[in-house]
């Protein structure tokens, strides 16, 4: 497998992105093996990201374009596999759902899959809810966040189990609950690193349930907040993964 960083948190802390080569350099030094996603704004800009990553011995899993159309397409000449589902704001679960798989449809006919991100605050942010989303949207992939169905007190190394081979990629990082009864999610607690938190949850048993059921894909560090120099955290994280033997 390889071990690389969703860089959502590094965006927040810095307030922008100024310098997507150095940002992946320094994700090396401290042992990464490169980033989740490219974001680019026009094609030239895609094919320069990608051959800087690759000179460096770098990798990434999908392609974020200024369109759903042009992600799914550039992701598909790059040679990845996977994009994020990116679908119109809908009410009500089967509506979401329905959009959900007519994204996924048109997203394997470039040989690409369509991959939901389980995530607080949606409509899909409970065990019961991911389970019904997977049985609703049968081709469609999950990028599995680990904290974020945690917090809402999911079993994450049962989902493991059940479903590791619909897992286009993983987010492990940990949650730290400080005030559960809060009725905003964001305002429960915050995400910290690995083993930082305080819900139980066990990285390394997730990723060997996984790993037991054949997944040998990307393993994605998130870490959404930081209090200090995010490569700290970041560093911290890769050898709790080390340490556990990844």
């Not at 899909?124 to 081709?139: G, H, I, K, N, S």
């Not at 949650?175 to 009725?183: F, G, M, Y």
């Not at 990285?203 to 990307?218: C, E, F, K, S, T």
């Amino acid at each position: 497998m390889n071990i690389g960083v969703a860089d959502y948190g590094l965006y927040v802390w810095d307030g922008g992105h100024y310098d997507f080569e150095d940002r992946a350099l320094s994700l090396q030094e401290i042992g990464y093996d490169g980033l989740e996603r490219l974001t680019a704004f026009g094609a030239e800009e895609a094919v320069r990201k990608a051959a800087a990553l690759r000179k460096h011995g770098l990798g990434f899993a999908t392609v974020r374009g200024p369109s759903v159309e042009l992600s799914i397409q550039w992701t598909a000449g790059l040679g990845k596999t996977y994009v994020w589902t990116d679908v119109a704001k809908a009410d009500d679960f089967d509506t979401f759902c329905r959009r959900v798989n007519i994204m996924t449809h048109h997203a394997r006919r470039w040989g690409v899959q369509a991959a939901l991100h389980n995530h607080m605050g949606t409509l899909v942010e409970t065990q019961d809810e991911l389970e019904r989303f997977l049985a609703a949207c049968p081709d469609t992939q999950l990028v599995f966040d680990t904290a974020h169905l945690a917090a809402m007190g999911g079993d994450c190394v049962d989902i493991a189990r059940k479903y590791a081979n619909r897992f286009a990629a993983i987010h492990v990082k940990d949650w730290l609950s400080t005030d559960p009864s809060a009725p905003e999610w964001h305002r429960r607690g915050r995400f910290c690193g690995l083993g930082r938190g305080n819900i139980g949850l066990n990285n390394l048993d997730v990723l060997a349930a996984a790993a037991d059921r054949g997944y040998d894909g990307w393993i994605f560090v998130e870490h959404d907040t930081h209090l200090q120099d995010p490569y700290v955290d970041l560093a911290d994280s890769r050898a709790y993964l080390r340490k556990g033997g990844w």
